[in-house]
């Protein structure tokens, strides 16, 4: 079974500020890791996953397999920020497992000026 | 391209009526699944589809049916609706055996109630 947890309902940070998403996962096997974002009026959208070791809109996340966390960090936060972000985890792509994501419960982030 | 196109986008129901939420997408993408979102609880998976003629359950399948007769189309069908079923259904797809590319194109959503 995988399970991924998202301990913060809401996340309210002033623009400027640094902001952190935490997300955890339990899984037995190799996991790949997505941070999906809804902001308001707009369709949920992939912003980045683990495998890539990319940056996104200035947002960055690291599996940490020791501790199995893939937290969501910027440095700088920005109105436009503000959204519903979503971990996700689904198991390494196989015929029977592809795209079976397993989503977060949601974090609400609030940047405000 | 218009994406992925869901319709409608709100239903109210009374419970014991029956209705398809409809989803097709024109990016010739293999694999569909239908997502429910409720507060506190993300989304999570009800049924998918890899491909024409298959289909599969996911997390919460009961008190839905599905089945994908073409590639574009993937109706959600409630047999009889209940209250439990209220929520806010998302239809999404993406293309299945892609070697760096696991991410999937979401419709906008159908707010259902249940009544």
């Known amino acids: 079974a995988q399970r991924v947890t998202q301990p913060e309902k809401l996340l309210s940070v002033f623009k400027g500020a640094p902001v952190e998403l935490k997300c955890n996962y339990s899984?037995?096997?190799?996991?790949?890791l997505f941070w999906y974002v809804q902001y308001s009026r707009q369709r949920l959208q992939l912003l980045l996953r683990?495998?890539s070791r990319e940056s996104i809109k200035g947002f960055t996340a690291d599996l940490n397999k020791g501790e199995t966390s893939f937290h969501l960090k910027k440095p700088f936060a920005q109105e436009e920020d503000s959204a519903m972000y979503y971990c996700?985890?689904?198991?390494?792509?196989?015929?029977?497992?592809?795209?079976?994501?397993?989503f977060g419960a949601g974090t609400q982030v609030v940047v405000t000026p | 391209n218009a994406g992925v196109t869901q319709t409608p986008k709100f239903q109210v129901l009374k419970t014991g009526q029956s209705m398809t939420l409809q989803c097709a997408q024109d990016m010739n993408h293999e694999y569909m699944s239908w997502y429910r979102q409720d507060p506190g609880m993300g989304l999570r998976l009800i049924h998918y589809s890899v491909g024409a003629g298959i289909t599969d359950q996911g997390e919460v399948p009961n008190g839905y049916n599905v089945s994908r007769s073409t590639t574009e189309d993937f109706p959600l069908r409630l047999l009889s609706a209940a209250p439990s079923q209220t929520s806010v259904y998302f239809c999404a797809s993406s293309y299945v055996f892609t070697a760096t590319n696991e991410k999937l194109f979401f419709g906008s959503g159908t707010q259902l109630s249940v009544l």
């Open positions: 899984y037995s096997g190799s996991p790949e």
């Open positions: 996700a985890l689904s198991e390494k792509m196989t015929t029977d497992s592809w795209g079976k994501l397993q």
């Open positions: 683990h495998i």
